[in-house]
Every structure is written in C-alpha cells, then in structure tokens.
C-alpha cells in the first residue's frame, strides 16, 4: 500500500469537500480499496499506485472546477468519476495501448508490432528479437504500462545489463548510479512519452517502477510484476538464465534484444542466442522476430539496416 498527500490551497473546504464531506465520500465510495482522510485543507489517499493515481486525476479536475466556478456539488463529482471511468473504458477496448503524455495514441504500427503485443497476451514470457527501430522496446514498455494501469500487476522492473559499448564506463564521471543512468536512458525516454512527470516520479519514488542494471536482479524473486530485459544480447549465459529465473507467481516477462548489436568480449557467448535454442520448444514461451519493414523512425533506417544486413550476408 502507498500513500499520497493532496494540500488545497485557496479553496473554501465545504464548498469543495460538500456538506458533511458528501463530495469526498463519493469519490471514495467510487475506490473502495482505497482510503481517503480529509483532515484541513489536506487530502490523504492509501491504496495501490494505479487507482491512487486515478483518484488524483478525479480530485484534479475537481480543484479546476472548483477554480473556475467556485463550487463544487455532487453532481459535479459524479460527472468527473464517469469521465474517468470512460477513459479507463476506452483505453480497455481499443487497439490503444496507452495514451502519451503529449496526447498521442501509442499503439502497434506493423504486423509485427501487433504480433508482439499478441503473444504477451498469449504467453507469460516472449522474447523480441530485432534491428534497432523496430520498436520492439518501446512497444514492451507501452505495453508494461497498460498493464499496471488496468492492475494486471502491481509494479514494472525494466533492466538492461550495463555493457560498454565501444566506451569505458570507469571513465564516465560520477557515483555508480551516475555511470549506469546513460545506459537506461532510452528507458527513461519511453517512460517519459507515457507517464507525466509527477505520476512517473511518484511510481519511482515508490518502487512501482523500477528501472536498474541486470546485476541488481541477483537474487530475487518478482512477483506480480511486468518485466523487462533490454538489450538482451549483452547477457551472458548465466545472466540471462539468472534472469530468466527470477520469474514469480502472476508476471510477465519480455527479453528484448538485437543479433547484430553484440558489445561483449568475443570469448564471451550472447545469453540471448543460448536462450532462444534452448526455450525453443518450452510451452508458454513465445517469439517475435521484427525487421527492417517494421522500422518506426526515420525512412533512411531501414536502407542502413539492409545495407549492413547485405554486408554481413556478402561477408558470410
């Protein structure tokens, strides 16, 4: 259970709380998992994250109403938590997987996108092999967001082993989180494009999601938790079998990664490659290959993504 502390300022607490706090106890007969206290001009919600955080968007739009109007009746606030039950409706029936921050819809774009997005439905663990662009990742982590906001799980992890790619990382300066950051940037970013700025740091400052280096997996076990390994090529083979293994009750897990992107040491074998040998015929399992035609960036990607293809392929 979390907590999250709500402070009004330059608001007259009975024209928004109601007579008898009627307005507050709607809104609290409408999340009866959660408990919310009025004490002052403060609002206390207990709960999980996700409807702790819907609750915070009822009561948002509440303290605007009340701003523009002055008053907040019951109506109101019966108007407001069905505006947020449509919205939790809408994402639900649609091919939508979560809307942007911006107001974009984010959803698969190809065939194989939405092939992806099949097989997570269809299976507990599937792996997402392709060449950069495809958005093999940023689907996953779209996809890791629906399901935390529809509380299929109660937290997300989001981990990529920390190899150097061409650069020393004893180099870069500052402490270890410092040195590890640039490598979960693009994370980070995809985080960014879903969740605005307070609902992601108030997930982070809570450990709902929690984003950090393989290493730190050693030794856990994750229940109820959507899970994702990025760049799943720079694992070794007991890395990945180490991740693989800290799968608990109720999670899903999706391994990401890219054949053509391997930054280990030459003596060292792709956990990745391993993985998809020896879990080929395990039931539950599923796999995705993605190609240049599902590429979501700019158009001249998928002719650089060819013509190496063409040159590994001449090479060989």
């Given at each position: 259970?979390?907590?999250?502390?709500?402070?009004?300022?330059?608001?007259?607490?009975?024209?928004?709380?109601?007579?008898?706090?009627?307005?507050?106890?709607?809104?609290?007969?409408a999340f009866p998992k959660s408990?919310?206290?009025?004490?002052?001009?403060?609002?206390?919600?207990?709960?999980?994250?996700?409807?702790?955080?819907?609750?915070?968007?009822?009561?948002?739009?509440?303290?605007?109403?009340?701003?523009?109007?002055?008053?907040?009746?019951?109506?109101?606030?019966?108007?407001?938590?069905?505006?947020?039950?449509?919205?939790?409706?809408?994402e639900e029936n649609d091919e939508?997987?979560?809307?942007?921050?911006?107001?974009?819809?984010?959803?698969?774009?190809?065939?194989?996108?939405?092939?992806?997005?099949?097989?997570?439905?269809?299976?507990?663990?599937?792996?997402?092999?392709?060449?950069?662009?495809?958005?093999?990742?940023?689907?996953?982590?779209?996809?890791?967001?629906?399901?935390?906001?529809?509380?299929?799980?109660?937290?997300?992890?989001?981990?990529?082993?920390?190899?150097?790619?061409?650069?020393?990382?004893?180099?870069?300066?500052?402490?270890?989180?410092?040195?590890?950051?640039?490598?979960?940037?693009?994370?980070?970013?995809?985080?960014?494009?879903?969740?605005?700025?307070?609902?992601?740091?108030?997930?982070?400052?809570?450990?709902?999601?929690?984003?950090?280096?393989?290493?730190?997996?050693?030794?856990?076990?994750?229940?109820?938790?959507?899970?994702?390994l990025d760049e799943a090529q720079?694992?070794?083979?007991?890395?990945?079998?180490?991740?693989?293994?800290?799968?608990?009750?109720?999670?899903?897990?999706?391994?990401?990664?890219?054949?053509?992107?391997?930054?280990?040491?030459?003596?060292?074998?792709?956990?990745?490659?391993?993985?998809?040998?020896?879990?080929?015929?395990?039931?539950?399992?599923?796999?995705?290959?993605?190609?240049?035609?599902?590429?979501?960036?700019?158009?001249?990607?998928?002719?650089?993504?060819?013509?190496?293809?063409?040159?590994?392929?001449?090479?060989?």
């Open positions: 259970m979390v907590e999250k502390l709500i402070t009004l300022e330059n608001i007259a607490m009975v024209d928004f709380l109601g007579l008898q706090n009627e307005n507050i106890n709607e809104v609290a007969a408990k919310i206290v009025s004490r002052g001009n403060e609002i206390l919600i207990k709960g999980n994250a996700s409807e702790i955080l819907q609750i915070n968007d009822v009561l948002n739009a509440l303290v605007k109403h009340y701003h523009k109007y002055g008053k907040v009746t019951n109506e109101n606030v019966q108007s407001y938590l069905k505006k947020e039950q449509e919205n939790i409706d809408a939508t997987l979560v809307y942007g921050t911006r107001g974009t819809i984010i959803k698969a774009r190809t065939a194989n996108q939405r092939a992806l997005v099949k097989e997570v439905r269809d299976n507990d663990l599937v792996f997402a092999v392709g060449p950069a662009g495809t958005g093999k990742t940023y689907i996953s982590v779209a996809m890791a967001v629906k399901a935390l906001k529809n509380k299929e799980v109660k937290k997300i992890i989001i981990t990529r082993p920390a190899v150097e790619a061409g650069e020393n990382l004893g180099f870069l300066p500052g402490d270890l989180k410092e040195k590890i950051d640039p490598y979960l940037r693009p994370i980070y970013d995809a985080l960014s494009d879903m969740i605005p700025s307070e609902k992601l740091s108030f997930y982070q400052e809570n450990n709902v999601i929690e984003i950090a280096p393989l290493a730190y997996m050693r030794g856990r076990t994750l229940n109820n938790a959507f899970i994702l720079n694992t070794t083979t007991m890395q990945m079998k180490m991740f693989l293994t800290r799968m608990g009750p109720n999670s899903k897990v999706i391994v990401t990664g890219d054949h053509s992107q391997v930054d280990l040491p030459h003596h060292q074998h792709s956990g990745l490659n391993e993985a998809l040998k020896v879990l080929s015929k395990v039931k539950g399992v599923g796999r995705i290959d993605l190609n240049e035609s599902d590429v979501v960036r700019h158009k001249l990607v998928k002719e650089i993504i060819k013509a190496y293809d063409k040159q590994s392929n001449d090479k060989s």
